[in-house]
């Protein structure tokens, strides 16, 4: 074979295999990566990817996610958020209409790459970190006598008016003061219980 010819011949592999990379790439696109036991985030426009999961079915229209909670979700099979309704059998009950499905700016699915886990991971021990803080904080305060005491009081005081149409709790801004609600109050009332308030807060 001259030179030409095995020239023409190399050029004419090469552009074969680039036309079969092209393929190839435009296949990987086309391929849907939300397939069963596929490991997914949900994410939600302007907060992230808030929790993890994975997929344990797909069906003709849905695909269904047990999230890390043990809770189920249904997404589109493009992991759209899904706003329809299901059959028995969990699929799609017509009309198979938009406005069923998400856009963009609706929480949707994405798969769940290493860094994003990594992400999520170090939320959940901060959140157990502040829950901690807070149950801490919590039983400090309850093991304060003075709690103790007002908790007592608020006891016996809402067992002193039930039965008026009365509901006592502690002070919105003041934890030293209670707050009274009195519901059902007569006007021919009104002035003899206005009277008594004052004379008890005097």
Do not use: C
């Amino acid at each position: 074979m001259d030179k030409k010819k095995l020239e023409r011949l190399e050029r004419k592999v090469s552009r074969r295999n680039a036309q079969q990379a092209v393929r190839n790439i435009k296949k990987a696109k086309a391929e849907n990566p939300f397939v069963v036991n596929a490991e997914v985030g949900l994410y939600k426009p302007g907060h992230g990817t808030t929790q993890l999961g994975k997929i344990i079915e797909v069906g003709k229209y849905l695909l269904t996610v047990k999230w890390q909670d043990n809770s189920s979700e249904q997404f589109g099979k493009t992991g759209k958020s899904f706003y329809g309704k299901v059959d028995a059998e969990g699929e799609l009950v017509p009309p198979k209409i938009d406005p069923m499905w998400g856009g963009d700016e609706d929480p949707h699915l994405t798969i769940a790459t290493e860094s994003v886990k990594e992400a999520i991971a170090a939320k959940r021990v901060e959140k157990e970190k502040r829950e901690q803080e807070r149950k801490t904080e919590r039983e400090r305060i309850e093991a304060d006598p003075a709690y103790q005491q007002r908790q007592t009081d608020l006891k016996r005081y809402s067992e002193m008016l039930s039965g008026l149409g009365a509901n006592i709790e502690n002070g919105w801004n003041n934890q030293k003061n209670f707050r009274i609600e009195l519901d059902g109050i007569k006007p021919d009332r009104m002035e003899k219980l206005v009277a008594a308030i004052k004379e008890a807060l005097k």
